[in-house]
Structures are given as structure tokens and as C-alpha cells.
């Protein structure tokens, strides 16, 4: 009698930036009486629910170390228009009240509601460093516009008399009465800190302006990996700093290995790592996914080497991924021109 061959199990691949939200993520399986501050305790005290939710802590950071720096996700508040970027596609407190300007009276908020922020689009690169360099430019775009704004941007105008004048017409002429000598003044305190607020539209065009300025950077060299000179201080440093990165990615590493040892069953193994081509380009391209993918116009040019693409629908405030249709992946290029896809002559040509 033959002997039957065991069926090997299904291999399923998840990207580690859409499972940190997931609960065996964010509260990972502890057993109970476990040795923790040198004594066994009950899964119901204190001391072990602190403990579970510092395992998840550092098991998302382990998730988030594997594609760090490459992908750059842009949230907006529904209510004021102000905009966050995250490097993970879940809002994290912390970082999101640290980037809101103080303007005057409630205009940052005292915490995060999740359910007035939303996905805006999303910046993906091939290359750590370039992602991190961009990330840290549009921070500091941002920062620079609401500390120090351009005398236009806070100034009174027909245009914005056009949209604040009341439809009612005693009221419009009060407010004309007001308002009418005033065009080239500042505006009052509360009107500049709404202006100041609002970044949806700059924020698109310092996307743009970043990713141009990115361009001359990397034709003069940047993250090639190439260093100049350096003294013996200096490569000490470098040496115990490799040595530190090496052991944390190691521990991280045995983290992530955990987790998918608790989600694989016999019939399957679940792997958690960046799918293979994931960003859909090569080299130096940048991929950028829209909501609404008509915002991207708020830039008056975009780069050759960016390509556009749509967000698929949410229901919840965490970023989805890419909206494919029938199963392809639909890019658009230069003049918003779609994509298509190449039929399979042209794959063997």
C-alpha cells in the first residue's frame, strides 16, 4: 500500500504595516503565572496587563523596523483641515499632538480622535533613506509655514471677503461696513490661526517641492552610501553603533518569529514580510496613492519618475492599501494619463 504524501501547508504572506492594529498584535499572548518584576502572576493583575501592553509596544516596533523609512502616510483633520505624517499607517498619539502648532485657544487638541482624522494619501520609496529624508523635509515644511507664514497667506483679501461675507443682507452690510477698507490688512487673531491651520492644499505642493528637491540629491550622491573622511573617533562610533543596530534587529527579528509561530496553524504558515515588489517600481521611482486622486492638482508639477495611483476605500481610520481593479494595478503617469496595463506580447517582447 502506497503511503499517502502529507499535503504541504499554505504559505500566506502579511505586510507587517497592516497588522499593527490587529489585537494579538497590539495585546501578544503572555501565559499565565508568568515571571515578571520576579514573581508569577495572574493574567487578571495589574502587573501582567502592563506587561502585555509593553510586549506589544516593542512587538510594533519589531514590525515597524521592517519597512521603516519607505513608506510615508498623510492624514488630514475632517473639522480644520490641519495635516499629520505618519511613518506607520496607524496615528500614534504622540506623534501626532507633537506636529499640531499651538495657534490660540483650541486649536490643538488635548487628545487624539481618531474619528476626526483621516487618510489623505500615502508616499512610498524603494529606499529607506530617501523616505526618511522626505519625511523629515515635509515636517519641517510644515513647521516653517505655521511659525513663520508668508504675508499672503494671513492677509485679507476679495477673495476671502468673497467667502466669509453672511448671505443674509443686513448682515452682508455690516459686514461690508467692516470689512470693506480693510484689504491688505492682517487678519484677526482667530481667522489667521484657521488659515494657519488649514495645510491640505500646501501640503500637496510640499510633497511636490520635496520630491524635486530629492532629485538634485540623489544625482549629487545622496544615500549611495559613500561617506567622506573620517576620523578614528569617528569610525570608533560607527563600528558601536553597527554593533548596537545589529543586536536590536536581531532581538526584533526573534519578536516577529514569535508572532508568526502564534498565527501559523498545520495548513498554514503565515510569514510576516514586505511583499515582494510592493511598491510596484523600480530604482529611484516614487509611488503616491490618493484619496481623491483630483487633490494631487493642489501642485502645480510633479517629477517624471512619480506615479499616481487611488487608496481603496476605509471605513476606519487606519490607511488602506492600494485600489486595484480586476486585480491590476492601475498607475497613472506624466499628464495623469492612465496607465495600462501590458498585454502579455508585450511581456515577451
Not at 503565515?270 to 493642489?298: C, M
Request: zero cysteines; charged letters at 30%.
Amino acid at each position: 500500500m502506497a503511503s499517502q504524501s502529507i499535503p504541504k501547508p499554505f504559505q500566506k504572506i502579511l505586510d507587517p504595516t497592516k497588522i499593527g492594529t490587529w489585537n494579538i498584535v497590539r495585546r501578544p499572548p503572555v501565559e499565565n503565572h508568568s515571571l515578571i518584576q520576579g514573581k508569577p502572576r495572574e493574567q487578571n493583575s495589574n502587573a501582567f496587563k502592563t506587561h502585555q501592553f509593553k510586549e506589544g509596544v516593542r512587538l510594533r516596533k519589531a514590525l515597524n523596523a521592517i519597512t521603516h523609512g519607505k513608506n510615508i502616510f498623510v492624514y488630514h483633520n475632517i473639522r480644520t483641515n490641519q495635516v499629520v505624517y505618519s511613518l506607520t499607517r496607524y496615528l500614534e498619539k504622540n506623534s501626532v499632538l507633537r506636529q499640531l502648532v499651538y495657534h490660540g485657544k483650541k486649536t490643538v487638541p488635548a487628545t487624539l480622535r481618531k474619528d476626526m482624522w483621516v487618510p489623505y494619501y500615502s508616499v512610498h520609496f524603494n529606499e529607506p533613506k530617501v523616505g526618511l529624508r522626505a519625511y523629515h523635509l515635509l515636517r519641517e515644511f510644515a513647521m516653517q509655514r505655521q511659525l513663520s507664514p508668508p504675508r499672503e497667506m494671513v492677509t485679507i483679501t476679495e477673495k476671502y471677503l468673497d467667502q466669509k461675507r453672511p448671505r443674509d443682507p443686513e448682515q452682508a452690510k455690516k459686514f461690508d461696513e467692516k470689512y470693506g477698507d480693510k484689504v491688505g490688512w492682517l487678519m484677526e487673531k482667530k481667522d489667521r490661526a484657521r488659515a494657519l491651520m488649514d495645510q491640505k492644499a500646501t501640503s500637496v505642493a510640499d510633497v511636490s517641492a520635496v520630491l524635486a528637491i530629492q532629485e538634485e540629491e540623489i544625482k549629487n550622491g545622496f544615500a549611495d552610501g559613500k561617506r567622506g573622511y573620517l576620523t578614528r573617533t569617528a569610525r570608533r562610533r560607527r563600528r558601536e553603533a553597527r554593533t548596537k543596530e545589529a543586536t536590536k534587529a536581531a532581538e526584533q527579528a526573534e519578536r516577529v518569529a514569535e508572532l508568526e509561530q502564534t498565527l501559523s496553524t498545520p495548513e498554514v504558515v503565515y510569514k510576516v514580510q514586505e511583499p515582494h515588489g510592493s511598491n510596484g517600481l523600480e530604482g529611484e521611482g516614487v509611488k503616491i496613492l490618493w484619496t481623491d486622486v483630483q487633490d494631487a492638482r493642489f501642485a502645480q508639477a510633479w517629477p517624471a519618475r512619480v506615479r499616481h495611483g487611488e487608496l481603496d476605500l476605509t471605513r476606519d481610520h487606519v490607511m488602506p492599501g492600494q485600489k486595484l481593479e480586476y486585480g491590476v494595478e492601475v498607475l497613472a503617469d506624466e499628464a495623469f494619463k492612465e496607465k495600462q496595463p501590458e498585454t502579455q506580447s508585450e511581456k515577451q517582447e
